[in-house]
Every structure is written in C-alpha cells, then in structure tokens.
C-alpha cells in the first residue's frame, strides 16, 4: 500500500565508522576505570592449581584444629555455580570410615599422606592413633616414629597384621565396658572425662593385595567396621577399582572420594548422578559428594621431591617432644629396645622393662608405689645386658633425680646430664647427705600429723645401687648406721626409693638383716636369666614345669606377689650377648 518516496542503503557505509567509535569509547572506559581504581569482580574464578599445600590452604581458610576432633585437611573443593572455592577436610570423629576410589596414579597415596599428616601435626597420640596397613608402594614407613602412629605395617607383616586384628577386638571388648556407663558412646565419654580415649584410625593402602593376602579377616572386616565407630574405631581404605569391595562391606563405609578411574560410568556407580561432571585429568584430582558433587583438588603436605625428608623430620621432632606414644602393635622382637616399650613410659608408677612372651603386651614396673625393688640373678653377668638400658629409661623422668651407685665400676661410660647422676667412689658422702635430707623430711612429716601428702611436690629421688654387697664393704660402720637409718625412714616416707641389683646370693646373705627385712618383700622383684626355681630368697608362689625349663638370652621373669611372668627384657641395639 502507498509508494516509496525515498529509500536509502546505508548497509556498510559506516560500519567502520561505529567499530572506530566503539574502541574508543571502550579505551576510554578503561582509562577512567584505572584512573578511579574502579574493579569488576571476576566472572568466574580460576580453576584450582594441580599442587597446593596443607599447610597453605591451613593459612588461606583460617583453619583450627579442636582437640579431640580427628578432622584433617585433604584438599580444596570448587563450587563455580556459586562462585567459591572451600577448604576439604575429612571427619573422622563425625563421619568416620571412608573409601578413596582411583586408578594407578591417580593420587590415593598423595591422599592417604595428607590425611596423615595434617592429623599429626595438629594433634597428639592421646587425641588419635593410627595404623598402617601399606599393601601399596611402602612410603608410608616414613611415619613409623610419629608417636600417633602405633605401627606401620607390610604385606609380608604376617604375625603383625593378625596381631593387629586381635588388638582391635580386644579394644572393642575394652572400650564396651568403659563406654557402657556413657550410652556406649565414644564422643560423648571424650566430652565428659578429661583423659580422652584416642580415636583409633585403620588405614589399609591397596585394599586388593590385602583381600588377595588376608581374605581370612573378611569377616573380621565387617564386624570391625559396623561396630567399631561406636568405640573409636575407623577405617580407611584405598582400592583402584569400584569392584574391589563387596557391597557388605562397602555399606559399613560412609564417605567416599573418587579420584580419576578408567571408566568414566564408574564415578556414578559411586557417587550416584554426577551430572556429567568428571575430574580433570590432573594428577590428585576428583569428586565428592558434599550437598552437591563437587570436584576436589588433593592436597600434599610438602613439595614432592623433598616429601619423605620432611616427613622423617617432622615424626622426629614430634617424636623427641611428646611423652605419650600410640600402642605398638604386639609382636615379640628379636631385640627389645626402648623405642619399642616406651608408649607405656608414662612416670615413675610405669616404667617399661621388657615384653611378656604369652601375651606380648609391655610389662611395666611401678617403682613409684615400691619404695624398693631388687633385680637379680644367679649370675651377676646374665644381668649385664639390661642394666645400662634400664637406667637410661629413667632418663626422661623431669621430676626425678636418679643417683647411681656404681659399687662395680660398670658404668664408666654413662653420662652425668639431665636427671641422671653417677657415682663411683664418694659413696659415703652421698649417703650422709641423703640421710640429712630425709631426716628433715621426717621432722616435717611428724609436725603435720604423720600426713604424706605434705610432700607430694617434692622431687622423687630414686637410688640405684649396683653390687650391693661391694657398696656395703667399702663403707665403714658409721656411714653403716647412716645407711641403715636411711633405707628405714625413706620406707616410712617414700620420697626416696631404692632399687637394688646383684646377684641372688648376695640377697640370701642379706635377707635376716634389718634393713632387709624392714624394706624388701621377698615375694616381689625382677629375676634375669635361669634358675628361678632352684632359689628361695625370691618367694614364688608356685614352683611349675615351666620355671624349671632353661629360658633364652635376654628373657627372665617379672615377679608380682609371688607369681612370676616370663618376660622378654629391654636392651640395648646391640642385643643379649
């Protein structure tokens, strides 16, 4: 309708014009932008690098330990639908058993390592134990001197790893009666009682090779994980394949992670609709399952190439600061050392001596409730391995003072440092000054109504004498008496305690003295060596078939009212000979 009355084509004739005009403007705006210091947030954040740190992301999100909460950082999760990047961590306290998923190489150990080390760094072995069973490429071994690892084990551990199982049980029997009074359950008995009941961590690297190994504790497995969160027990296993853990007991496990798999049907199989979203292929990559499916970038605790440097520092340092250490798991050495006993070192009332060969828990001797103990033998010699090393495990006793009364000259090598003083000759000098002291002690005691409790901040002391009979034959009758007076008025007060060692005999001459009589219980002590049963000065209640077979180098027996325990004793690297 109508007619055109001018028409113009202007399709391109000043396109270049406007493109001209448009980069101006748009150079413009940027200058002015700068100028005003004006920023645009970002539309999108960028992706996770494929190496970041514990210790950094620890500083990037302000992260705090809470005592007794096992709750270690592994990484750091994107959310680019909301434009946020979160610290991962893994309850172990809350969530407690979990299953890591990935192929060869795809980062489960860098995983495992940082659940480990985040744990030890932030907490003590009263808070957490761990046991590693390493059926994979063995770097976990690193950690074997952190005191909050018990044990770190190896496929060919046989002895060891059913030894483990055993303890676990035995640990669930233990703590179901403690927790009995507390509605059975662990964090809440944490909650009321100052002294903690350590969370106890399992991990097993490469689950296949153990199935493939110790397919006998199949059923073990499954008792342990359905019950063992409830008493503080958890595992974490490691597997390359969705298929390598049987529905029974993958039911038992509450969080999972997936690292990168061969097949990409296989991230659903675990984690239910993923929405299409897979790892990017970048080692320690994978996918969670929080509110939503996120994708995770592992964390390491070091830089890789100097990793198991760092790790072997850090386990020795926290080694030589912390007093308590994670249970072994049982197992009788070849050789005892006090590396291997110390978790039970925890004061004068708990000094570690050997290993029980029936039950291969550590035996201790409480020198605190005994104000004098002998260790003995039919021969002097069959002591010589075990002395020094036990009087070094005294060495980290900061609120006792140990005088060794070298009346053989055996110990020439020891050191006089910390709490550790040797005498060889000026016996008499240190006698008199000890009975001074204890004698005011007594007039203390006597003027507080006979009350003990008066000395309870007073620094123990504990004497050691070596060769009783020597010691006696180089004192004259004054320092006798003095002597006498002592051991008397320490038995009345307890501030002093004595250990004597020599041989069997030397205690049969003594046994109708005074002093003997008013200090020693002849049905208590430490016998090294054979011939037990053809003694009477060490009263043993019942005389077996047993006691009257020859026992190996380095064995002897803990005497506790008069029932002796075959016992493997402390020595030094060297061995028994």
């Known amino acids: ?68 909460v096992i709750n270690p950082i592994i990484g750091e999760y994107d959310d680019p639908a909301n434009q946020r990047q979160e610290l991962l961590t893994l309850n172990l306290t809350k969530d407690g ?20 080390y985040s744990t030890i760094i932030n907490h003590t072995a009263e808070e957490v134990n761990f046991y590693i069973m390493d059926f994979g490429s063995e770097i976990f071994r690193t950690y074997k001197k952190a005191p909050q690892v018990g044990d770190v084990l190896m ?44 969370l106890i961590v399992v991990i097993i690297n490469n689950y296949e090779a153990f199935y493939e190994n110790y397919s006998i504790h199949e059923e073990h497995m499954l008792s342990l994980t359905r019950e063992g969160s409830m008493y503080g ?17 993958k ?44 994708e995770f970038q592992t964390s390491y605790p070091y830089e890789p190439e100097k990793l198991s440097e760092h ?28 590396d291997y006993i110390n978790s039970k070192l925890t004061g004068l009332n708990s000094i570690p001596l050997g290993v029980n060969k029936n039950t291969l828990s550590i035996s201790t001797w409480d020198f605190m409730n005994n104000n004098s103990t002998i260790i003995t033998a039919s021969e002097f010699e069959n002591m010589n391995f075990f002395i020094k090393p036990f ?34 000759n000026d016996y008499d000098k240190v006698i008199l000054s000890l009975n001074d002291i204890i004698q005011k ?41 003095e002597y006498n007076s002592l051991i008397e008025t320490s038995n009345m007060i307890g501030t002093i305690k004595f250990i004597f060692i020599d041989s069997i005999d030397i205690f049969k001459k003594m046994e109708y003295d005074n002093w003997y009589k008013a200090i020693i219980k002849n049905n208590q002590g430490i016998w090294i060596g054979n011939g037990i049963s053809e003694q009477y000065t060490l009263k043993i209640t019942k005389i077996t078939r047993e006691l009257q077979q020859e026992v190996e180098n380095g064995f002897g027996y803990i005497v506790k009212r008069g029932t002796p325990v075959l016992t493997k004793f402390l020595t030094s690297e060297e061995g028994y000979e």
Not at 38 to 52: A, R, S
Not at 97 to 116: A, P, Q
């Open 441 to 481: 002690q007594k007039d203390v005691f006597i003027k507080n109504n006979y009350n003990k409790d008066i000395f309870n901040n007073t620094k123990s002391v504990v004497c050691i004498i070596i060769g009783l009979d020597n010691l006696m034959m180089k004192l004259n009758q004054t320092v006798k008496d």
């Open 1 to 68: 309708i109508g007619y055109a009355y001018k028409s113009i084509d202007d399709k391109d004739n000043n396109a270049s014009g406007k493109v001209e005009q448009l980069s101006s403007v748009i150079d413009y705006l940027i200058d002015v932008a700068n100028e005003q210091n004006i920023k645009v947030k970002q539309l999108w954040l960028d992706k996770i690098p494929g190496l970041i740190f514990v210790e950094d992301l620890a500083k990037k999100y302000n992260y705090k330990s809470t005592a007794g």
């Open 97 to 116: 058993n979990t299953i890591v998923y990935g192929s060869s190489g795809s980062g489960k150990n860098t995983f495992i390592n940082s659940v480990v």
């Open 391 to 424: 009087i070094e495990q005294f060495r980290k006793l900061n609120n006792t003072n140990i005088l060794v009364f070298d009346a053989i000259n055996m110990l020439k090598e020891i050191e006089n440092k910390d709490n550790i003083f040797c005498y060889h």
């Open 155 to 198: 496929v060919n551990d046989v002895e060891k790893v059913n030894n483990l199982f055993k303890m676990l049980f035995e640990k669930i029997a233990e703590r179901k009666k403690i927790l009995s009074n507390y509605n059975g359950d662990f964090s809440y008995y944490n909650k009321k009682n100052e002294k903690k009941m350590p």
């Open 233 to 249: 027990i958890v595992f974490i296993l490691s597997v390359s394949s969705t298929n390598s853990i049987r529905y029974r007991l």
């Open 311 to 338: 790790i072997l520092e850090i386990c020795e340092k926290l080694k030589d600061e912390s007093n308590v250490f994670a249970e072994p798991v049982a197992i009788l050495p070849d050789i005892v050392t006090s």
């Open 251 to 294: 039911q038992n496990f509450k969080q999972e992670y997936v690292l990168q798999l061969n097949d990409e049907s296989d991230y659903s199989s675990v984690l239910g609709n993923i929405h299409k979203m897979y790892p990017s292929k970048i080692y320690g990559r994978g996918l969670v399952k929080l509110d939503n499916i996120y």
